[in-house]
């Protein structure tokens, strides 16, 4: 693990690759990789791309990183798949729209399986996110699966989330109405030379406009629309992107919300390594058994039992 680490820091993509996947396999070396690389990180840029499955967020993904390149920037990509019901890894694999750029130096392109995760969001997500910062990517962006209304994780991993929909997503608006605007710093209705497109425009800016108050934030939520498949609108949703990373680094408030995350991911630790410890009480502590067993049986119940557990040394 030293010589990986040493090896990642001079840059080895090798070697981002291979920890990479000891971070989304949860290793025992995950704590010794994320302290080595803590000094490293910049809070770089993080954009997240979510909406309802086949809005086209893959295909504007690969648009946008076109637009990244272009400016001799770098990016990482995290595409979350609907996880193998069989090995738990990403069912889609590395996308296919985004083969394009597998060639590229400057293009970090890695999927992962959600693996049941709510929200659409793999648990190492963030983790990852912090190896392609410390690795030196100028970018990083994190496609969601499309679970729909759920994906409220983004809002804790992303510094600008674009929230895409189609001309065909009024009953998902309807649905969602409170959550997007809640997720969204931009919306983006692709494939916009379907019918309908202008009619779902109004609708979003009306959605924002209403939401909007005296103490909402300098940065007012936009609506644009784009033929990713066509390159059409893209230029447009990278420059808006790119004034949202300005605007909230400019206000203070990434680095409010950078310290929110932190805390997040402290608690999420904690209780992830309780859970385990818990586990292996269970599995070793005849006390621990004892009560289960009980609790299994209804001689106690459950919330008895968990009381009785708290009460062990």
Do not use: C
Request: no cysteine; glycine share 8%.
């Amino acid at each position: 693990m030293d010589a990986l680490l040493k090896k990642f820091l001079k840059h080895d993509r090798l070697a981002l690759s291979r920890l990479v996947s000891v971070v989304e396999n949860r290793s025992d070396q995950l704590a010794k990789i994320m302290d080595a690389i803590h000094d490293r990180v910049r809070n770089t840029s993080v954009l997240g791309i979510t909406g309802p499955p086949g809005a086209g967020k893959s295909t504007l993904v690969n648009q946008l990183i076109r637009q990244i390149r272009q400016k001799k920037q770098t990016v990482g990509v995290i595409a979350i798949d609907p996880s193998s019901p069989f090995s738990g890894g990403a069912v889609l694999g590395d996308r296919i729209r985004m083969q394009d750029h597998s060639g590229d130096e400057g293009v970090f392109i890695r999927s992962l399986g959600s693996r049941g995760a709510h929200g659409g969001l793999s648990r190492a997500t963030r983790d990852i996110v912090r190896l392609f910062d410390a690795f030196g990517m100028d970018w990083v962006i994190v496609e969601t699966v499309g679970v729909g209304q759920t994906e409220f994780d983004i809002m804790e991993i992303a510094s600008t989330t674009v929230v895409v929909l189609t001309p065909e997503s009024g009953d998902t608006i309807q649905t969602m109405k409170a959550g997007l605007l809640e997720v969204a710093d931009l919306f983006a209705v692709n494939k916009a030379d379907r019918e309908g497109a202008d009619k779902i425009v109004l609708e979003l800016k009306n959605m924002v406009h209403m939401n909007l108050s005296s103490e909402a934030e300098a940065w007012e939520v936009a609506v644009l629309q784009t033929q990713a498949a066509n390159g059409i609108g893209v230029i447009e949703l990278f420059q808006k992107i790119e004034a949202h990373e300005q605007s909230i680094r400019q206000s203070g408030s990434l680095k409010k919300r950078v310290h929110k995350i932190r805390g997040i991911e402290l608690q999420e630790i904690l209780l992830e390594t309780l859970s385990k410890d818990l586990e292996k009480k269970f599995r070793e502590d005849p006390r621990y058994q004892k009560i289960k067993q009980q609790v299994e049986i209804g001689e106690l119940s459950a919330y008895a039992g968990a009381a009785k557990l708290q009460e062990l040394p």
